[in-house]
């Protein structure tokens, strides 16, 4: 798993959280090297304290690998490489997109758009462009051929301006392998990447969607998931039927006084699948948060389900899928 570790910089979490901030990317890399390595982007001047933040987080020293590829951000998901599997050979090999801070919203971004390039060099892995801005949070898999993304995100005029949308399902269909594009309209609110699916809609299996739901009638977010949802419940999955949609609440909203997201963006599919486990944000909300743990436990009977307080983290925006991005065998 690779995520890239915060940097030094006042812009984010209004720069009076670096300290904690910290302590929880310790804690995540440390929860994910129980089942599998941790692959961690930094610049090398700051290896040797992130190396000890993890050690005191007790972390699987063998398993924690720092890699000198300075950034701009946190969000790995988006910016790092989506990787492919040949299904013959077994080869692995690293796609590589064009990303802009979701719309030029928050420069530089140079350093990260750079990052798939590093990682492909650094494992001598081959690297193929896949021709259009993309961020990993906006498209969600089954392996079976059906990729799941917003309307909001990749038909947006600050992505692709110049790409109808058969251009963007053919270069999707083209890098990734999948046959089927399965579209919802848009996102939560607060979300500043203007509606990635992973905050809305997750599969469990090929067969299986987790779909995000507001029970709350007065909530913006209310409409926008029942949307959502009825579109999940037309589409069809691999045999032909239609997918099994389970309905996941929201957690109750979010807030911080005088911050620049007024709702957060808080979601309890964000969550993180590693080889045996499954790390699941949780927002201090015990009722909510015990809710959900329970649901991803019966969904995942055969993995380690983990809760991870994240509510100091989506200040931001993103929990743990949005940090972290997965490198195949």
């Not at 700051?46 to 300075?70: G, K, M, N, Q």
């Not at 494992?123 to 906006?138: H, P, Q, S, V, W």
């Not at 498209?139 to 790409?163: K, Y």
Request: proline letters at 7%.
């Amino acid at each position: 798993m690779w995520p890239s570790w915060p940097v030094d910089d006042p812009r984010h979490w209004g720069g009076a959280k670096q300290a904690l901030i910290w302590r929880k990317f310790a804690q995540i890399a440390a929860a994910i090297s129980r089942f599998e390595p941790v692959r961690i982007n930094a610049p090398g001047a700051s290896h040797r304290a992130i190396a000890a933040a993890c050690e005191r987080e007790l972390a699987v020293p063998e398993r924690v690998e720092l890699f000198d590829h300075p950034h701009n951000d946190v969000w790995c998901r988006d910016h790092g490489p989506i990787f492919v599997k040949h299904t013959a050979s077994g080869e692995v090999a690293v796609t590589d997109w064009g990303f802009n801070a979701w719309g030029e919203k928050f420069p530089p971004w140079d350093l990260d758009d750079a990052i798939p390039g590093r990682i492909a060099a650094a494992l001598g892995m081959a690297r193929f462009e896949g021709g259009m801005i993309l961020e990993g949070g906006a498209i969600e898999i089954n392996g079976a051929g059906h990729l799941l993304t917003t309307e909001a995100v990749l038909l947006n005029a600050n992505r692709n301006p110049d790409l109808t949308r058969a251009d963007i399902e053919q270069r999707l269909r083209d890098g990734l392998g999948v046959a089927e594009i399965l579209w919802l309209r848009q996102g939560i609110e607060g979300d500043d990447t203007d509606g990635h699916i992973d905050d809305l809609a997750r599969f469990a299996d090929p067969h299986t969607l987790l779909a995000c739901v507001e029970r709350n009638h007065h909530s913006p977010n209310h409409q926008i998931l029942a949307e959502n949802l009825s579109r999940l419940r037309s589409y069809l999955n691999p045999q032909g039927r239609p997918f099994e949609v389970l309905e996941f609440p929201l957690p109750q909203a979010c807030e911080v006084a005088g911050w620049r997201l007024p709702v957060l963006p808080a979601s309890y599919v964000n969550f993180l699948i590693v080889n045996g486990g499954v790390l699941v944000p949780t927002f201090r909300q015990a009722q909510n948060d015990d809710r959900a743990l329970g649901m991803l436990r019966e969904v995942f009977s055969e993995r380690e389900v983990i809760g991870i307080d994240c509510l100091d983290l989506v200040e931001e925006g993103g929990t743990l899928h949005c940090i972290s991005q997965q490198q195949p065998a």
